[in-house]
């Protein structure tokens, strides 16, 4: 059993909760699971490492690669797989906030709360599913539906879309592949150089991707699309035009747009800390904004970082630094934001890349040797403790589904663990037995 112990040797000490197991809940959540009673909460039975989502689209050798069971992360706390259907104030806590989860019948009330809820994004970026199986399925269809296309038509060139576009033409050379982006440069709104962004979209069009800045695909004269937005990409000959008078014939259409805070969760109760754009202001120690101080925020949900995966990482070992001390009554250590840095893959052998130092424009060499070959598959596998799966099947996608969460050894383990941490009888069975999930709308999240 890798769920985690029994508390035995952390019994009195602080529970910590952890809203959201993206890439930085679990950082953090490790990083404090020596010294504290760490609950990670989060609405998948997998972590998703959406950064190979592209390649895992175009080469099914790679989906397994995209999923990773939670299992082996902890070794005193504990994964729970539930829906945070809402964080409100509450007296009693010793935070200051309360989390509701569907089915469990209290509140948690912990003594440490981190929001990590991160964003909703259309596929292939996120999958808004619960299940590890369902990830097989989806990237399976998708693979088929871009064999079966002739022209593929990719809106929103950030980096999302620049990856997948770019992956496509790798795989299938002879697709048509066409991007459309609302901005004058590929990769803009994170604060990197013309000189990265002209490189890049360079890269795109070496490698037979038809790009056009500066305009919108005018989803509104055809309500399919206007309609199918939300959901994974649309199939089907249509003909597509643009504000700019552009046409565009195209059997199959992705939607690398929209980023959505998972805000829905503290909406209600979090209002003067929330930005207009969802995410929750936090100060230096990334602590959230009018709330006791045990209260903190990272990732894509907090104020505090463009929206990258490594930022949130490096949060989340900050946010872990700060609440141990706090509760040692130290000085906290203010989050240092990083200067802008990209490393944009175009297919397995080349990309754009810039560093934090002095905005230096890399190429192919080094943005394939350090993330192109892999994607950080190794590196993310290590912080969760699993093995990199061979690749060709869902072996990855099986150890998270079978994961043993459901056995009924696990959950009496964990439900033991749970109760150590304060809970009630009743409380930590439910959470045992996995908490509940809301079912979303494709691409929406209740967290």
Known sequence: FAMGG????????PVVLVVGGGYGGIHCAKELDKDFNVVLLDRKNYWFHNVASMRALCEPSWIDKTVVPYTNLLK?????????????PHASSPCGFAVSVPGVPEPILPHYLVIATGTSYAFPG????????????VFKEGHEAIKASSSILVIGGGAVGCELSAEIKARFHDKKVTLVHTHDAVCSGQGLSSKFQAKALRGLQKAGVIVHLGMRVNLEEDQQILAASNSRYLQGQRTVRTDKGEVIDTDLIFFCIGARINSRSYANSLGPAIKANGRLNVNEYLQVANTSGRVFAIGDCADADNMLGYYAGFQGETAAKNIRAHDKGSSLSAYKKGAPAMFLTCGPEHGTGQLPVAQQVVGSFMVRNIKGKDLFVRDY????????????????????????????SAVAA????????????E?????????????????QHLT
Do not use: W
């Open 414 to 425: 964990r439900a033991l663990g749970l109760k150590a941490m304060g809970m009630s009888e």
């Open 126 to 137: 996120k999958v808004p599913s619960p299940d590890a199986q369902d990830v097989y399925t």
């Open 6 to 13: 029994t508390q035995t040797k952390l019994t009195g000490r």
């Open 427 to 443: 409380t930590a069975a439910e959470l045992a037995k996995g908490g509940g999930t809301v079912p979303s709308a494709p691409g």
């Open 381 to 408: 596998f290590g912080v969760l403790n699993v093995p990199v799966p061979s690749g060709g099947g869902e072996s990855g996608l099986a150890a998270a589904a079978n994961e043993g969460h459901r056995s009924e």
């Open 76 to 88: 005193n706390g504990h994964f729970v797989q539930g829906e945070c259907s809402e964080i409100a």
